[in-house]
């Protein structure tokens, strides 16, 4: 299993948030770059990157300190936030991000996605971002009538190699990630499934290993202490 250290950046900062409510953004580290490069001396090898400011205004707005980390670090980085056109992925992938995560996109376009997605095969991973069984939005404010695993299916069968599901009620909580939705997109779609939301402890990810999940993305756990990176980079080797 992949351990992907996460930084969500708003406002050219680090920063985690509860359940996505932008009320609760919090600073949890003074630079992207220099984060970045700690991960990488512990061991990383993957980074999730997320451009909050970008998600909300629908296009990139962090994107010189993103391309920055690109430019400084030999990390395989994937990034979500703000990726709306063709011309943002091209921009992006010159950049150095090895991978773009689309999300309200796969919602409101998605035969734009679908294009994205058979262009440019597993450089474009879709993110699935679920509240009361639903999928989110627009920075997470905008809800749909989709279910995540009916989405699941579409993207799958649309050809996406990976697909990053976040539990919105679980993100940031620290309360363990949810193994029963995670379950049951997994069975669901051949794509590779990378966990969001709720990672807490080096147990949870076991639990999520047992699962069979591709991939887990770590953000608040690591900044706060409940789980050692370094441990985790190594249980998973």
Known sequence: MIIFPAIDLKDGKPVRLTKGDFATTQQVADDAVITAKKFESMGATHLHMVDLDGALEAKPVNNKIIETVASETNLFIELGGGIRTEETIEHYLKAGISRLILGSVAINDPEFATAMIQKYGEKIAVGIDAKNGMAQ?????????????????????????????????????????????????????????????????????????????????????????????????????
């Open 137 to 237: 939005g627009g920075g997470w404010l905008s809800g749909s009538s989709v279910h995540f695993a009916t989405l699941a299916k579409q993207v799958d069968k649309a050809g996406v190699q990976t697909i990053i599901y976040t539990d919105i009620a679980k993100d940031g909580t620290l309360s363990g990630p949810n193994l029963e939705d995670l379950g049951e997109v997994n069975k669901a779609v051949k794509a590779d499934v990378i966990a969001s939301g709720g990672v807490t402890t080096i147990d949870d990810l076991k639990a999520l290993d047992e699962i069979n999940i591709h991939g887990a993305i770590c953000g608040k756990s690591i900044y706060k202490g409940t789980l050692s990176l370094e441990e985790a980079l190594k249980t998973f080797a």
